[in-house]
T-cell receptor, first 113, second 114 residues
Framework: GENVEQHPSTLSVQEGDSAVIKCTYS??????FPWYKQELGKRPQLIID?????GEKKDQRIAVTLNKTAKHFSLHITETQPEDSAVYFC????????????FGTGTRLTIIP | DAGVIQSPRHEVTEMGQEVTLRCKPI?????LFWYRQTMMRGLELLIY????????DSGMPEDRFSAKMPNASFSTLKIQPSEPRDSAVYFC????????????FGEGSWLTVV
């Protein structure tokens, strides 16, 4: 089955700086890679996703890149703000017709004012 | 839409008791997932239904856990008997499936077994 590794487990950045979180996956058949944000005590919520037919996707301050050859994908947050503090999870889905996601172990991002 | 609705939001129970968690998926969604979240193991998929049929239950820890989806608008996850190591947040989630594939999570059921 799919295995997703995520690094780093914790990350602290100064407000206004950029943050980068990286994930690798094992199944070359994986074709859908969402990122979820989970605030303390809340549910995970989708912030951005990318499919295997594109290499990069951007939404305002958030961008995701995908390297299928190397089997890794990354989340980039620019101009970080205090409200970006949360746990971020990457995920991958490998089977067409099977919608289950395998999640990474999460990155706790802290924005330092 | 009200989103994925779970109940109870919080439950404290004694070891050995039966626990039933309930979920109402988003109307029109044909996939339903039960995830468990703990500090040690992160987000684990327990079981996944498509059109009310269990597709993948490889994550169900053991026979003490069972899940049902009798219709498109309701699912249960049952633990019998419960043990302290079952303490976790249990999330139900639903999805429209292809092509959007976005999975929407409920607020979670916070279970403590003492």
């Amino acid at each position: 089955g799919e295995n997703v590794e995520q690094h780093p487990s914790t990350l602290s950045v100064q407000e206004g700086d950029s943050a980068v979180i990286k994930c690798t996956y094992s199944d070359s058949a994986s074709n859908y890679f969402p990122w979820y944000k989970q605030e303390l005590g809340k549910r995970p919520q989708l912030i951005i996703d990318i499919r295997s037919n594109v290499g990069e996707k951007k939404d305002q301050r958030i961008a995701v890149t995908l390297n299928k050859t190397a089997k890794h994908f990354s989340l980039h947050i620019t101009e970080t703000q205090p409200e970006d503090s949360a746990v971020y999870f990457c995920a991958a889905n490998s089977n067409f017709g099977n919608e289950k996601l395998t999640f990474g172990t999460g990155t706790r991002l802290t924005i330092i004012p | 839409d009200a989103g994925v609705i779970q109940s109870p939001r919080h439950e404290v129970t004694e070891m050995g008791q039966e626990v039933t968690l309930r979920c109402k998926p988003i109307s029109g969604h044909n996939s339903l997932f039960w995830y468990r979240q703990t500090m040690m193991r992160g987000l684990e998929l327990l079981i996944y239904f498509n059109n009310n049929v269990p597709i993948d239950d490889s994550g169900m820890p053991e026979d003490r856990f069972s899940a049902k989806m009798p219709n498109a608008s309701f699912s249960t996850l049952k633990i019998q008997p419960s043990e302290p190591r079952d303490s976790a947040v249990y999330f139900c989630a639903s999805s429209l499936g292809q092509p959007t594939r976005t999975i929407y999570f409920g607020e979670g059921s916070w279970l403590t077994v003492v």
